[in-house]
């Protein structure tokens, strides 16, 4: 059975930083392309960070670069996002995912997905 577990959200205030993890179970992630997604309040989902380990390309979405990172522990089975200087804009629930369509952009299209993380940033 494919599951895939989050953690690590939670309150931060801004400059604040956060490590989000994404448990795999039932499958390897190093078989898969992975991303992070978020989704606001009132907003469309957008897709964060995505790495591809065919190529090890990695993506990261204009209002995060610089300040996230992804990353991948075969060892654990799991993947990461560092979040560093936390701003408020970037509250939303934060989801993984498997079988990203990772590249110049990201898509979630034919995703498998984790049940989210809410990651708060407020003073």
């Known amino acids: 059975q494919v599951q895939l577990v989050e953690s690590g959200g939670g309150f931060v205030q801004p400059g604040g930083s956060l490590t989000l993890s994404c448990a795999a179970s039932?499958?390897?992630?190093?078989?898969?392309?992975i991303g992070w997604f978020r989704q606001a309040p009132g907003k469309e989902r957008e897709g964060v960070s995505c790495?591809?380990?065919?190529?090890?390309?990695?993506y990261y979405a204009d209002p995060v670069k610089g300040r996230f990172s992804i990353s991948r522990d075969n060892a654990k089975n799991t993947m990461n996002l560092q979040m560093n200087s936390l701003k408020p804009e970037d509250t939303a629930v934060y989801y993984c995912?498997?079988?990203?369509?990772?590249?110049?952009?990201?898509?979630?299209?034919?995703?498998?997905w984790g049940q989210g993380t809410q990651v708060t940033v407020s003073s």
């Open positions: 995912a498997i079988d990203v369509l990772c590249g110049l952009g990201m898509w979630g299209d034919y995703a498998s």
């Open positions: 790495f591809r380990g065919m190529d090890a390309s990695i």
């Open positions: 039932g499958f390897s992630l190093d078989r898969h392309a």
